[in-house]
Protein backbone atom coordinates (compact mmCIF):
# COMPACT_ATOMS: atom_id res chain seq x y z
CA UNK A 1 0.00 0.00 0.00
CA UNK A 2 1.21 3.19 -1.41
CA UNK A 3 0.19 5.75 1.99
CA UNK A 4 1.80 9.55 2.21
CA UNK A 5 1.23 9.12 6.47
CA UNK A 6 0.99 6.85 9.56
CA UNK A 7 -3.21 7.85 9.83
CA UNK A 8 -3.29 6.77 6.18
CA UNK A 9 -2.02 2.92 7.13
CA UNK A 10 -4.29 3.05 9.58
CA UNK A 11 -7.70 3.31 8.50
CA UNK A 12 -9.79 0.14 6.01
CA UNK A 13 -8.51 -0.21 2.38
CA UNK A 14 -9.53 -0.49 -0.80
CA UNK A 15 -6.92 -1.86 -3.47
CA UNK A 16 -4.73 -0.60 -1.03
CA UNK A 17 -5.91 2.91 -1.38
CA UNK A 18 -8.01 4.66 1.90
CA UNK A 19 -11.65 3.37 1.32
CA UNK A 20 -12.32 7.19 1.85
CA UNK A 21 -10.30 8.42 -1.25
CA UNK A 22 -11.86 5.65 -3.07
CA UNK A 23 -15.50 6.78 -2.40
CA UNK A 24 -14.90 9.88 -2.49
CA UNK A 25 -13.41 9.88 -6.08
CA UNK A 26 -16.53 7.54 -7.11
CA UNK A 27 -19.24 10.06 -6.40
CA UNK A 28 -17.84 12.80 -8.54
CA UNK A 29 -19.84 13.53 -11.68
CA UNK A 30 -16.77 14.27 -13.53
CA UNK A 31 -15.82 11.00 -16.13
CA UNK A 32 -11.93 9.94 -16.78
CA UNK A 33 -10.55 8.29 -19.41
CA UNK A 34 -9.70 4.60 -17.96
CA UNK A 35 -5.94 5.07 -19.37
CA UNK A 36 -5.15 1.40 -20.31
CA UNK A 37 -7.81 0.83 -22.28
CA UNK A 38 -9.58 3.58 -23.64
CA UNK A 39 -6.18 6.08 -24.15
CA UNK A 40 -5.83 5.58 -28.04
CA UNK A 41 -7.17 8.97 -28.60
CA UNK A 42 -4.04 9.58 -27.72
CA UNK A 43 -1.07 9.50 -30.64
CA UNK A 44 1.19 6.68 -29.97
CA UNK A 45 4.47 8.96 -29.93
CA UNK A 46 2.81 10.70 -26.89
CA UNK A 47 3.01 7.25 -25.05
CA UNK A 48 6.35 5.77 -25.81
CA UNK A 49 8.28 5.45 -22.26
CA UNK A 50 11.74 6.37 -23.77
CA UNK A 51 12.19 8.45 -27.51
CA UNK A 52 13.41 7.13 -30.80
CA UNK A 53 16.87 8.33 -30.08
CA UNK A 54 17.31 7.12 -26.42
CA UNK A 55 16.75 3.44 -27.82
CA UNK A 56 18.63 3.94 -30.93
CA UNK A 57 21.68 4.73 -28.76
CA UNK A 58 21.04 2.39 -26.37
CA UNK A 59 20.61 -0.66 -29.04
CA UNK A 60 24.35 0.85 -31.01
CA UNK A 61 26.13 -1.24 -28.05
CA UNK A 62 24.30 -4.36 -28.23
CA UNK A 63 26.36 -5.80 -30.67
CA UNK A 64 29.48 -4.84 -28.87
CA UNK A 65 28.05 -6.42 -25.43
CA UNK A 66 27.33 -9.49 -27.69
CA UNK A 67 30.75 -9.23 -29.23
CA UNK A 68 32.12 -9.25 -25.36
CA UNK A 69 30.42 -11.79 -24.12
CA UNK A 70 30.82 -14.65 -27.18
CA UNK A 71 34.82 -13.89 -26.96
CA UNK A 72 34.54 -14.59 -23.13
CA UNK A 73 33.08 -17.97 -24.25
CA UNK A 74 35.32 -18.98 -26.68
CA UNK A 75 38.65 -18.12 -24.14
CA UNK A 76 36.71 -21.66 -22.65
CA UNK A 77 37.19 -23.57 -25.55
CA UNK A 78 33.86 -23.44 -25.99
CA UNK A 79 33.25 -22.57 -29.45
CA UNK A 80 30.24 -24.06 -30.12
CA UNK A 81 28.20 -22.53 -27.05
CA UNK A 82 29.75 -19.33 -27.87
CA UNK A 83 27.88 -19.40 -31.25
CA UNK A 84 24.88 -20.83 -29.30
CA UNK A 85 25.06 -17.60 -26.99
CA UNK A 86 25.06 -15.71 -29.18
CA UNK A 87 21.69 -16.66 -30.84
CA UNK A 88 20.64 -16.81 -26.90
CA UNK A 89 21.49 -13.00 -26.50
CA UNK A 90 20.16 -11.96 -30.10
CA UNK A 91 16.50 -13.49 -29.27
CA UNK A 92 15.94 -12.85 -25.42
CA UNK A 93 17.78 -9.30 -24.54
CA UNK A 94 17.07 -7.08 -26.94
CA UNK A 95 13.77 -7.52 -27.15
CA UNK A 96 10.60 -5.49 -25.57
CA UNK A 97 10.81 -1.75 -24.53
CA UNK A 98 14.38 -2.19 -22.55
CA UNK A 99 12.63 0.51 -20.40
CA UNK A 100 15.19 -1.18 -17.66
CA UNK A 101 18.25 -0.73 -19.02
CA UNK A 102 17.10 2.90 -20.93
CA UNK A 103 16.32 4.14 -16.94
CA UNK A 104 19.61 3.35 -16.14
CA UNK A 105 21.43 5.45 -18.64
CA UNK A 106 19.16 8.26 -18.26
CA UNK A 107 19.57 8.64 -14.45
CA UNK A 108 23.15 8.53 -14.95
CA UNK A 109 23.05 11.64 -17.31
CA UNK A 110 20.67 13.05 -15.04
CA UNK A 111 22.76 12.74 -11.86
CA UNK A 112 25.86 14.21 -14.00
CA UNK A 113 27.04 17.11 -14.57
CA UNK A 114 27.48 18.09 -18.08
CA UNK A 115 31.14 18.35 -18.80
CA UNK A 116 31.55 15.32 -16.91
CA UNK A 117 28.84 13.39 -19.30
CA UNK A 118 31.87 11.94 -22.08
CA UNK A 119 31.34 9.35 -24.73
CA UNK A 120 33.40 6.84 -22.45
CA UNK A 121 31.11 7.41 -19.46
CA UNK A 122 27.84 7.35 -21.29
CA UNK A 123 29.31 4.29 -22.56
CA UNK A 124 30.20 2.96 -19.50
CA UNK A 125 26.17 3.58 -18.46
CA UNK A 126 24.95 1.93 -21.50
CA UNK A 127 26.85 -1.48 -20.63
CA UNK A 128 25.44 -1.16 -17.10
CA UNK A 129 21.88 -1.01 -18.69
CA UNK A 130 23.22 -3.99 -20.46
CA UNK A 131 23.69 -5.79 -17.83
CA UNK A 132 19.96 -4.33 -15.77
CA UNK A 133 18.38 -6.07 -19.35
CA UNK A 134 20.47 -9.49 -19.28
CA UNK A 135 19.08 -9.64 -15.53
CA UNK A 136 15.70 -8.90 -16.85
CA UNK A 137 15.89 -12.12 -19.55
CA UNK A 138 17.25 -14.69 -17.21
CA UNK A 139 14.08 -13.75 -15.09
CA UNK A 140 12.02 -13.49 -17.94
CA UNK A 141 13.02 -16.86 -19.40
CA UNK A 142 13.01 -18.50 -15.93
CA UNK A 143 9.88 -17.27 -15.16
CA UNK A 144 8.27 -18.82 -18.45
CA UNK A 145 9.34 -21.32 -18.02
CA UNK A 146 7.58 -22.11 -14.54
CA UNK A 147 4.55 -20.59 -15.29
CA UNK A 148 4.70 -22.38 -18.97
CA UNK A 149 3.68 -18.81 -20.84
CA UNK A 150 3.55 -19.19 -24.66
CA UNK A 151 4.23 -15.51 -25.60
CA UNK A 152 6.27 -12.95 -24.66
CA UNK A 153 7.22 -9.31 -26.16
CA UNK A 154 5.63 -10.29 -29.05
CA UNK A 155 6.96 -13.74 -29.74
CA UNK A 156 7.36 -17.28 -28.93
CA UNK A 157 8.97 -17.70 -25.36
CA UNK A 158 12.34 -18.86 -25.77
CA UNK A 159 11.50 -22.56 -24.43
CA UNK A 160 8.44 -22.96 -26.94
CA UNK A 161 11.06 -22.24 -29.69
CA UNK A 162 11.97 -24.93 -32.11
CA UNK A 163 15.05 -27.04 -30.74
CA UNK A 164 15.07 -25.20 -27.32
CA UNK A 165 13.03 -26.23 -24.99
CA UNK A 166 14.55 -27.17 -21.23
CA UNK A 167 17.96 -26.38 -22.38
CA UNK A 168 16.16 -22.96 -21.80
CA UNK A 169 16.64 -23.15 -18.24
CA UNK A 170 20.88 -23.48 -18.71
CA UNK A 171 21.06 -20.56 -21.38
CA UNK A 172 19.02 -18.60 -18.82
CA UNK A 173 21.63 -19.02 -16.23
CA UNK A 174 24.24 -18.44 -19.06
CA UNK A 175 22.87 -14.61 -19.16
CA UNK A 176 22.64 -14.11 -15.62
CA UNK A 177 26.15 -15.35 -15.17
CA UNK A 178 27.66 -13.32 -18.44
CA UNK A 179 26.48 -10.31 -16.59
CA UNK A 180 29.03 -10.62 -14.37
CA UNK A 181 31.89 -11.33 -16.95
CA UNK A 182 30.46 -8.14 -18.44
CA UNK A 183 31.11 -6.00 -15.07
CA UNK A 184 34.18 -7.34 -15.07
CA UNK A 185 35.79 -6.17 -18.26
CA UNK A 186 34.20 -2.96 -17.86
CA UNK A 187 33.81 -1.74 -14.68
CA UNK A 188 37.08 -3.72 -12.59
CA UNK A 189 38.84 -1.06 -12.73
CA UNK A 190 36.23 1.97 -10.94
CA UNK A 191 35.55 2.49 -6.95
CA UNK A 192 32.52 1.21 -7.61
CA UNK A 193 33.04 -2.22 -8.97
CA UNK A 194 32.49 -3.85 -5.94
CA UNK A 195 29.35 -2.33 -4.81
CA UNK A 196 27.88 -2.84 -8.81
CA UNK A 197 28.37 -6.43 -8.02
CA UNK A 198 27.29 -6.82 -4.52
CA UNK A 199 23.90 -4.63 -5.59
CA UNK A 200 23.27 -7.21 -8.58
CA UNK A 201 23.62 -10.05 -6.15
CA UNK A 202 21.46 -8.50 -3.49
CA UNK A 203 18.80 -7.39 -6.17
CA UNK A 204 18.90 -11.09 -7.63
CA UNK A 205 18.87 -12.91 -4.29
CA UNK A 206 15.46 -10.67 -3.44
CA UNK A 207 13.55 -11.14 -6.96
CA UNK A 208 14.03 -14.84 -6.79
CA UNK A 209 12.70 -14.59 -2.97
CA UNK A 210 9.53 -12.86 -4.90
CA UNK A 211 9.42 -15.36 -7.30
CA UNK A 212 9.34 -18.25 -4.73
CA UNK A 213 6.59 -15.90 -2.84
CA UNK A 214 4.94 -15.54 -5.67
CA UNK A 215 4.98 -19.62 -6.72
CA UNK A 216 3.82 -20.25 -3.18
CA UNK A 217 0.75 -18.19 -3.33
CA UNK A 218 -0.01 -19.76 -6.33
CA UNK A 219 -0.74 -22.80 -4.36
CA UNK A 220 -3.38 -21.25 -2.23
CA UNK A 221 -6.54 -20.90 -2.46
CA UNK A 222 -8.45 -17.20 -3.60
CA UNK A 223 -10.06 -16.60 -0.36
CA UNK A 224 -6.46 -16.92 1.47
CA UNK A 225 -5.14 -14.02 -0.96
CA UNK A 226 -4.02 -10.58 1.45
CA UNK A 227 -2.98 -7.45 0.42
CA UNK A 228 -0.26 -8.14 2.55
CA UNK A 229 0.97 -11.00 0.90
CA UNK A 230 0.54 -8.97 -2.65
CA UNK A 231 2.90 -6.46 -1.10
CA UNK A 232 5.55 -8.28 -0.20
CA UNK A 233 5.32 -10.26 -3.52
CA UNK A 234 5.52 -6.86 -5.80
CA UNK A 235 8.39 -5.77 -3.98
CA UNK A 236 10.71 -8.49 -4.16
CA UNK A 237 9.68 -9.91 -7.27
CA UNK A 238 9.26 -6.43 -9.21
CA UNK A 239 10.20 -3.12 -7.59
CA UNK A 240 13.33 -4.14 -6.71
CA UNK A 241 15.16 -5.15 -10.08
CA UNK A 242 12.82 -3.15 -12.34
CA UNK A 243 13.07 0.24 -10.33
CA UNK A 244 15.52 0.75 -7.59
CA UNK A 245 18.07 -2.04 -9.32
CA UNK A 246 18.64 0.90 -12.43
CA UNK A 247 18.72 3.84 -10.47
CA UNK A 248 20.86 2.86 -7.68
CA UNK A 249 23.02 1.34 -10.29
CA UNK A 250 23.34 5.02 -11.79
CA UNK A 251 23.73 6.64 -8.48
CA UNK A 252 26.91 4.31 -7.74
CA UNK A 253 28.10 4.76 -11.13
CA UNK A 254 27.87 8.83 -10.71
CA UNK A 255 30.18 8.36 -7.48
CA UNK A 256 27.04 8.91 -5.06
CA UNK A 257 28.25 7.64 -1.03
CA UNK A 258 25.58 9.14 1.00
CA UNK A 259 23.37 6.07 2.46
CA UNK A 260 20.40 8.39 3.37
CA UNK A 261 20.55 9.45 -0.66
CA UNK A 262 20.03 5.79 -1.34
CA UNK A 263 16.89 4.76 1.35
CA UNK A 264 14.93 8.11 -0.01
CA UNK A 265 14.95 6.58 -3.18
CA UNK A 266 14.75 3.34 -2.61
CA UNK A 267 11.30 4.16 -0.45
CA UNK A 268 9.99 6.27 -3.70
CA UNK A 269 10.79 3.68 -6.18
CA UNK A 270 9.08 0.81 -4.35
CA UNK A 271 6.74 2.73 -4.32
CA UNK A 272 6.61 3.44 -8.53
CA UNK A 273 7.25 -0.62 -8.41
CA UNK A 274 3.73 -1.46 -6.76
CA UNK A 275 1.88 1.25 -9.28
CA UNK A 276 3.88 -0.44 -11.95
CA UNK A 277 3.01 -3.73 -10.90
CA UNK A 278 -0.77 -3.09 -9.81
CA UNK A 279 -0.71 -1.82 -13.63
CA UNK A 280 0.71 -4.75 -14.81
CA UNK A 281 -2.09 -7.04 -13.37
CA UNK A 282 -4.66 -4.79 -14.78
CA UNK A 283 -3.05 -5.00 -17.98
CA UNK A 284 -3.07 -8.91 -17.74
CA UNK A 285 -6.58 -9.11 -17.61
CA UNK A 286 -7.70 -6.38 -19.44
CA UNK A 287 -5.27 -5.17 -21.87
CA UNK A 288 -4.80 -5.64 -25.43
CA UNK A 289 -2.42 -8.63 -25.90
CA UNK A 290 -2.03 -6.98 -29.50
CA UNK A 291 -0.61 -3.71 -27.20
CA UNK A 292 0.85 -5.73 -24.05
CA UNK A 293 2.74 -8.11 -26.54
CA UNK A 294 1.59 -11.05 -24.34
CA UNK A 295 -1.22 -13.26 -23.40
CA UNK A 296 -2.55 -12.81 -19.56
CA UNK A 297 -2.58 -16.05 -17.49
CA UNK A 298 -2.96 -14.65 -13.83
CA UNK A 299 -6.11 -16.28 -13.57
CA UNK A 300 -5.28 -19.48 -15.13
CA UNK A 301 -2.30 -19.22 -13.22
CA UNK A 302 -4.20 -18.61 -9.44
CA UNK A 303 -2.05 -15.55 -9.05
CA UNK A 304 -2.19 -13.56 -6.11
CA UNK A 305 -2.83 -10.60 -7.95
CA UNK A 306 -3.98 -6.70 -7.17
CA UNK A 307 -7.39 -7.80 -8.80
CA UNK A 308 -8.04 -11.03 -7.53
CA UNK A 309 -7.35 -9.65 -3.88
CA UNK A 310 -9.56 -6.37 -4.18
CA UNK A 311 -12.23 -8.48 -5.89
CA UNK A 312 -11.78 -10.90 -2.45
CA UNK A 313 -12.02 -7.80 -0.27
CA UNK A 314 -15.11 -6.00 -1.95
CA UNK A 315 -17.28 -9.58 -3.03
CA UNK A 316 -20.61 -11.19 -0.99
CA UNK A 317 -20.34 -14.44 0.39
CA UNK A 318 -22.51 -15.40 -3.19
CA UNK A 319 -19.50 -13.44 -5.28
CA UNK A 320 -16.90 -14.93 -3.41
CA UNK A 321 -17.90 -18.62 -3.49
CA UNK A 322 -17.97 -17.81 -7.42
CA UNK A 323 -14.17 -16.67 -7.34
CA UNK A 324 -13.18 -19.92 -5.38
CA UNK A 325 -15.13 -21.99 -7.94
CA UNK A 326 -13.80 -20.04 -10.70
CA UNK A 327 -10.32 -18.79 -10.25
CA UNK A 328 -7.56 -20.92 -10.88
CA UNK A 329 -8.62 -22.82 -13.38
CA UNK A 330 -7.90 -23.56 -17.27
CA UNK A 331 -11.69 -23.66 -18.01
CA UNK A 332 -12.26 -20.57 -20.87
CA UNK A 333 -16.06 -20.14 -19.36
CA UNK A 334 -14.49 -19.82 -15.76
CA UNK A 335 -11.81 -17.48 -16.87
CA UNK A 336 -14.08 -15.29 -18.65
CA UNK A 337 -16.69 -15.59 -15.54
CA UNK A 338 -14.31 -14.44 -13.44
CA UNK A 339 -13.33 -11.19 -15.52
CA UNK A 340 -17.41 -10.89 -15.75
CA UNK A 341 -17.14 -10.63 -12.11
CA UNK A 342 -14.53 -7.88 -12.17
CA UNK A 343 -16.37 -5.92 -13.85
CA UNK A 344 -19.49 -6.28 -11.54
CA UNK A 345 -17.37 -5.03 -8.66
CA UNK A 346 -16.36 -2.44 -10.58
CA UNK A 347 -12.86 -3.14 -10.31
CA UNK A 348 -11.67 -1.21 -13.54
CA UNK A 349 -13.32 2.09 -12.34
CA UNK A 350 -11.55 1.45 -8.95
CA UNK A 351 -8.38 0.39 -10.71
CA UNK A 352 -8.80 3.91 -12.64
CA UNK A 353 -8.96 5.90 -8.87
CA UNK A 354 -6.22 3.81 -8.00
CA UNK A 355 -3.68 5.17 -10.85
CA UNK A 356 -4.52 8.25 -10.39
CA UNK A 357 -4.67 8.83 -6.55
CA UNK A 358 -1.29 6.69 -6.73
CA UNK A 359 0.56 8.96 -9.10
CA UNK A 360 -0.46 12.12 -7.01
CA UNK A 361 0.76 10.43 -3.82
CA UNK A 362 4.03 9.59 -5.15
CA UNK A 363 4.36 12.66 -6.49
CA UNK A 364 4.10 14.20 -3.22
CA UNK A 365 6.46 11.93 -1.78
CA UNK A 366 8.88 12.94 -4.72
CA UNK A 367 8.94 16.54 -3.59
CA UNK A 368 9.18 15.45 0.13
CA UNK A 369 12.75 14.14 -0.68
CA UNK A 370 16.08 16.15 0.21
CA UNK A 371 19.21 14.48 -0.33
CA UNK A 372 20.88 15.25 -3.40
CA UNK A 373 19.16 13.52 -5.91
CA UNK A 374 17.06 15.98 -8.56
CA UNK A 375 13.62 15.98 -7.95
CA UNK A 376 13.08 15.83 -12.03
CA UNK A 377 14.97 12.33 -12.16
CA UNK A 378 12.13 10.90 -9.94
CA UNK A 379 9.59 13.07 -11.67
CA UNK A 380 10.82 11.71 -15.29
CA UNK A 381 9.99 7.73 -14.31
CA UNK A 382 6.69 8.61 -12.63
CA UNK A 383 5.94 10.11 -16.01
CA UNK A 384 6.74 7.45 -17.97
CA UNK A 385 5.32 4.92 -16.31
CA UNK A 386 1.84 6.80 -15.58
CA UNK A 387 -1.47 5.68 -18.12
CA UNK A 388 0.65 3.53 -19.99
CA UNK A 389 -1.04 0.80 -21.81
CA UNK A 390 1.81 -1.88 -22.60
Not at 78 to 104: E, H, S
Not at 140 to 152: G, H, P
Not at 176 to 197: G, I, P, W
Amino acid sequence: MISTSDEVKSVDTIGGLPTEIVNEQKLKKTTRTLSTLQNHSVPIAARVTVSKDESRDFMSVFPDVVRDLTNATKTYNCNDAAKWFAQVLQYNVPRGKKNRGILTVLTYKNLMSPQDLTAENIKLAQYLGWCVEMLQSFLVISDDVMDNSTTRRGQKCWHKVENVGLSAINDALMIENALYSLLKQHFSHLDCYVALMELFHEISFITTCGQSLDLLNSNKRVSDFTMENYKAIVDNKTAYYSFYLPFALAMHLAGYKDAEAFRQSKTILLEMGHFFQVQDDFLDCFGNPEVTGKIGTDIQDNKCSWLAVVAMQRANAEQKQIMIDCYGQNDPLKVERVKELYKELSLPSTYAIFEEESYNMIKTHIQQTSRGVPHKTFLQILNKIYQRDS
